[in-house]
Structures are given as C-alpha cells and as structure tokens.
C-alpha cells in the first residue's frame, strides 16, 4: 500500500463544476503540498498546509490531521484548470517529500 | 514563491555522450536541492538529495556514477547524466529547499520547471 494515496486518478468536469481532489496518508507528517503540474511538465505549488484550510482564488486547500486526509477544491471550474494535481507529504523525521500518484484533471468548455 | 529555473529545458543528445543538467535558486540559499526523475504519466521520483559543499545522497536504486551531482554553491546544483542512454530518457526535475520562509511556512521546496532528455 502507498503511503499517499489520490483519489481520483482521473476526473473530467465541465466548465465551471465544483471540483473535490481527495488524499489521505498514513505515515506522520509535518506538512502536507498540492502540486500542479501542466502538460508541458513544469510544477507549481498551489498549497503547502500543516493544518486548518488555506484559500487561494478559487482554490480551497483543508487538511485534517487527526484523520490524516487531504482535499483540494477548485470552484468554478475552467479549462485552464485542466492538469495534473499531485498531493505530497513531508515526514515528520525528514525533509523528503512523498507524493501521490497524481490526478488526471480535464475541465470540458 | 521563490523561482527556481532549470537550464535546458530541453536536450537531445546521441547515446554515450554525457549531458549536464543546472538548477538554480534565483531569490534565495538553498544548502539543500533535490533532483527528481519523471516517466510518462507516473509520479515524480526521489534520485538524490544535493546538499552544498558535500557529497549527494542517491536514493537505493540511483546510480551514483552514472547521475553525477554537484552542489557546488548556495544557489546552484548540477546534474550530469554520464554515458546516456535510450532508458534515461526522462524529464528531470530538480528542486531548492527553504527551511524558514516565514509566516509559519517551513520546509517548503519550490521546483524548477524541468529538463525533458531525451536520448537517441
């Protein structure tokens, strides 16, 4: 079993849906990233979190540490938006990020 | 975020020859750098922990004579793919560590925009 696990693998919307990214780990962490990675590779941090929820524009981040579990929301969801979304933890005893294996986003116009 | 940036972006280079990779922290020091290997629609994967003025850290699996690292200042590691071949075609990515940012933030790694290899 992964120690970061995504859900979904993949996810086709339509423009302007309300879109839900799920990960959940099971090793102790100190914080926790969502990545976003567009086709031409290049990776951007959307969130890093320890706790609580973070917004950014339309992008919610929460993190519930008790139940060791992740999500990332996108509202109004748009083409642009299409990519890939990676969850990555940090361990508790070390700098090393562990990621997931990623979800497939495609927003539909 | 801190800007990260990776030089080429892109490569194509004939088997045999070596090929060297440069990822440099534009905005801040970062003593610890890491360099990451990504085949087609799989996750990202841990090669080597550079840290500065001493030897990388390979994870089990890395070749550490065939992916040479060099941290050889605060804001610039390099990776040499020596002797490549078809199979390490890949795209690499490297990343900088900040262990303070501030606000709260700690242990955060921004990443370089990444070099796609490939290898004829």
């Known amino acids: 079993k992964n120690e970061v696990e995504q859900s979904p693998q993949n996810l086709t919307a339509q423009e302007g849906e309300f879109i839900t990214i799920n990960c959940s780990y099971s090793?102790?962490?100190?914080?926790l990233h969502w990545l976003q990675q567009h086709p031409g590779g290049g990776i951007v941090s959307l969130f890093m979190?320890?706790?609580g929820k973070k917004k950014h524009g339309r992008l919610i981040a929460t993190i519930n540490i008790q139940e060791k579990h992740s999500s990332l929301h996108i509202t109004a969801s748009h083409p642009r938006d299409s990519a890939v979304y990676i969850c990555?933890?940090?361990?508790?005893?070390?700098?090393?990020?562990?990621f997931g294996s990623g979800t497939r986003l495609l927003v539909r116009p | 975020g801190a800007v990260v940036s990776q030089h080429p972006s892109r490569v194509i280079c004939k088997s045999g020859t070596s090929v060297k990779i440069e990822c440099r922290s534009l905005?801040?020091?970062?003593?610890?750098m890491f360099w990451y290997r990504q085949f087609p629609k799989q996750s990202l994967m841990l090669m080597a922990t550079?840290?500065?003025?001493?030897?990388?850290?390979?994870e089990q699996g890395v070749e550490k004579d065939k992916f040479l690292i060099n941290h050889a200042s605060l804001t610039l590691s390099t990776l040499t793919v020596t002797s490549a071949h078809p199979e390490d075609s890949s795209f690499y990515i490297c990343?900088?560590?900040?262990?303070?940012?501030?606000?709260?933030?700690?242990?955060?790694?921004?990443f370089g925009p990444g070099t796609r290899l490939t290898v004829l």
């Open positions: 990343s900088a560590y900040r262990p303070w940012a501030g606000q709260g933030l700690y242990n955060e790694q921004f």
């Open positions: 090793v102790g962490i100190s914080a």
């Open positions: 979190l320890s706790s």
């Open positions: 990555a933890v940090i361990m508790d005893s070390s700098y090393k990020l562990i």
């Open positions: 905005d801040f020091q970062a003593t610890t």
């Open positions: 550079s840290n500065e003025g001493s030897k990388a850290t390979y």
